[in-house]
């Protein structure tokens, strides 16, 4: 088989190898899937560069989310079977970015019938992250105003998507015309290209001074440090991950005075302590996707060969929605 794979640590498309090895052996309820869908996160970005919460022993194969058919079981594995259709997160060192990966069979979900594998596979981590985000952790509730930086990227547009569905009046943060056109296609009620004017401003004006009820920042640096300036009384800013590059070093006092919430959310630590939550939300995704509600965006497929040069524009921040590897 081929995959891509690291045996040093450095920019993606400088120490991405596109190389041909065995196919991997499924160990203890574990499965092995051939890879019909792979999406880039930043995570696989972030791997690439030794700076990822976790370290695979190189060489490894990345690629932490995909939608694969199941090909063979390991041991102690029950309730899947040969060919069912599966997403989920890789276990690495056998993540997606191949033609086989491998699965943990307790955390492997059923791909949604009305998604294609692409979207299937998106809905596992931006979708999961954005939905404990804004209902488990933030609390979102109808009419509320949500506030999402980086709205056209893979967790900002699925979070605009279900603050939408939870009956939110959603401000969308982005980039550029082009991203701003994306985010009003994905249904925000008010789009703020950050090139040309001051979201802090936008949001006060729209909530006649009060501010967001919940922020969803997965930028961190000065976009967290803005967002404290119209945050409503008792409102949530929810931390996602810090792709601007700078991690934010929170005014603990102006929490206290103006009474709102920092809410941190690591989405992979429920697979491990409450998995059953997991397999609850993924089937509440399933319905929304179902009805139309939400469809993860899909901006770009590419092939094996060009997956290296992707990984790098997402890293470079020069991609929106999910870019995602498909078998040819």
């Not at 792979?38 to 560069?49: A, I, K, Q, Y």
Request: net charge negative; hydrophobic share 40%.
């Amino acid at each position: 088989m081929y995959a891509w794979q690291l045996t040093e640590l450095g920019s993606p498309r400088d120490v991405l190898r596109l190389v041909e090895i065995d196919r991997p052996e499924p160990g203890p309820g574990q499965l092995v899937v051939r890879v019909l869908a792979s999406t880039v996160n930043f995570p696989d970005v972030l791997l690439c560069r030794g700076e990822y919460q976790v370290s695979p022993e190189l060489p490894f194969t990345p690629g932490v989310e995909l939608c694969g058919e199941v090909v063979e079981l390991g041991s102690e594995v029950s309730g899947v079977s040969v060919g069912d259709h599966v997403i989920g997160g890789a276990a690495l060192p056998h993540g997606g970015f191949g033609e086989y990966a491998v699965i943990q069979a307790d955390r492997a979900l059923p791909a949604p019938e009305s998604l294609s594998p692409a979207e299937g596979a998106s809905l596992y981590i931006g979708y999961q992250t954005a939905w404990f985000g804004l209902h488990r952790r933030a609390g979102l509730s109808e009419g509320e105003t949500l506030l999402v930086h980086a709205a056209a990227g893979g967790t900002g547009s699925a979070a605009v998507q279900l603050g939408k569905a939870a009956g939110s009046r959603v401000v969308a943060v982005v980039g550029g015309p082009d991203k701003a056109a994306i985010a009003r296609e994905l249904g925000a009620d008010v789009v703020v290209d950050r090139h040309r004017e001051d979201f802090v401003s936008v949001v006060k004006d729209l909530t006649g001074g009060r501010g967001a009820d919940v922020v969803y920042d997965p930028v961190g640096g000065e976009t967290y440090t803005r967002s404290t300036k119209c945050i409503a009384f008792e409102g949530r800013i929810l931390v996602i991950g810090f792709a601007g590059g700078t991690i934010p070093t929170p005014g603990l006092n102006h929490a206290l005075i103006k009474n709102y919430s920092i809410l941190g959310l690591h989405w992979g630590l429920y697979t491990e302590r409450a998995p059953q939550a997991v397999v609850q939300v993924h089937t509440e995704l399933r319905r929304l996707a179902a009805e139309g509600a939400v469809r993860p965006l899909i901006s770009e497929k590419v092939s094996l060969e060009n997956l290296a040069d992707a990984v790098q524009r997402v890293g470079d921040g020069h991609t929106v929605g999910r870019v995602a590897l498909v078998r040819q």
